[in-house]
């Protein structure tokens, strides 16, 4: 009923920059908190950032300082700018969602992920 479709992961070097951009679709009535997480190889899914309707915003202490998390209430669409990247950044990057349908069920989703890759 909700689908998400991230984009903008890639290679990047060892202090570059790249944003990741995660759209939801379908039988949207709101979106309450949406949110990035990232797992590595042999590591659990861990929470990189989250952002509220509102624009409260929470992060890991890892990444405090170099990502940014944001959203287009308008276009159902939050953004993760990182910057300052390590090779320890390195995973596949989860957005997931907290949303109300059209038929006023709750659901939480989460987008197939997408690989972002630090190295020289």
């Known amino acids: 009923q909700v689908q998400l479709v991230e984009s903008g992961g890639g290679l990047v070097q060892p202090g570059g920059s790249l944003r990741l951009s995660c759209a939801a679709s379908g039988s949207i009535f709101s979106i309450n908190t949406m949110g990035w997480h990232r797992q590595a190889p042999g590591e659990q899914r861990e929470l990189v950032a989250r952002?509220?309707?509102?624009?409260?915003?929470t992060y890991a202490d890892s990444v405090k300082g170099r990502f940014t998390i944001s959203r287009d209430n308008a276009k159902n669409t939050v953004y993760l700018q990182m910057s300052g990247l390590k090779p320890g950044d390195t995973a596949v990057y989860y957005c997931d969602a907290d949303a109300i349908t059209t038929t006023r069920v709750l659901v939480h989703e989460w987008g197939q992920g997408t690989q972002v890759t630090v190295s020289s």
């Open positions: 952002i509220s309707s509102g624009g409260s915003t």
